[in-house]
């Protein structure tokens, strides 16, 4: 099992351009996410998804937008990058099983929006 | 929300010594996650632990609940346990956001 996985590590975009990051996991997890995480500090969640086809916001979603189209695979958008959304971002995925909720990340995507 | 406060925010080990992390945290939980983030940026999970004791080789941990704080303990540390340990929780009742301290910054040195 590969695990959680994000394409692309790196990316650089100028303000304006947009974007999708792409995030799949061979876990067969119901519960997926989209968190970021700037200098210094923890993870902040943007976007989450309970299953197929629904998603919520988390605590900083603006300027973003998700899909889940299938069960494997979670987006993120950026429609118009701003300097503000340089960052590295986390994909992560859970069970939805009662009582457990361990949270399993992937490598991250490291943007950087000039 | 809830909050999460983790101490120390830095610590300096020699190679070989022992170090205690805690993380306070301010209501109920359902899920605790201890995560190693090495020099690389990579989060390795290290511990799910919302109540009880675990431990796996050098490391262990151990989370009282009901006085929301758990305690990460690294002994005989070595140059590759450097890096930032998160604590992250999910308040019980909550959808599964997990909500991340600020990190222990730990570098251990020969």
């Known amino acids: 099992n590969a695990g959680v996985t994000q394409t692309p590590k790196f990316r650089v975009l100028k303000t304006g351009q947009s974007m999708t990051l792409l995030c799949a996991q061979d876990m067969n997890h119901e519960y997926m996410y989209w968190y970021r995480q700037d200098p210094g500090m923890g993870l902040r969640l943007i976007h989450y998804?309970?299953?197929?086809?629904?998603?919520a916001k988390g605590e900083v979603p603006d300027g973003y937008n998700v899909s889940r189209l299938k069960k494997q695979n979670f987006l993120l958008g950026l429609e118009s990058a701003a300097p503000s959304q340089t960052s590295v971002y986390f994909c992560?995925?859970?069970?939805?099983?009662?009582?457990?909720?361990?949270?399993?990340f992937g490598p991250g995507t490291r943007l950087t929006v000039t | 929300g809830i909050q999460v406060e983790q101490s120390p925010p830095d610590l300096i080990l020699q190679e070989g010594a022992n170090s205690t992390l805690r993380c306070n945290f301010s209501?109920?939980?359902?899920?605790l996650q201890w995560f190693h983030q090495n020099p690389w940026g990579q989060l390795i999970n290290l511990f799910y632990?919302?109540?009880g004791t675990k431990q796996n080789g050098r490391l262990s941990a151990t989370t009282v609940a009901t006085e929301r704080y758990s305690l990460l303990y690294i002994s005989s540390s070595q140059t590759t346990d450097s890096g930032v340990y998160f604590c992250?929780?999910?308040?019980?009742?909550?959808?599964?956001?997990?909500?991340f301290g600020t990190g222990t910054r730990l570098q251990v040195t020969l």
């Open positions: 992250a929780v999910k308040r019980t009742g909550t959808a599964s956001k997990l909500t």
């Open positions: 209501d109920s939980v359902n899920n």
């Open positions: 992560a995925s859970s069970l939805r099983a009662a009582g457990v909720h361990e949270q399993y």
């Open positions: 998804s309970v299953g197929e086809g629904t998603t």
């Open positions: 632990i919302p109540s």
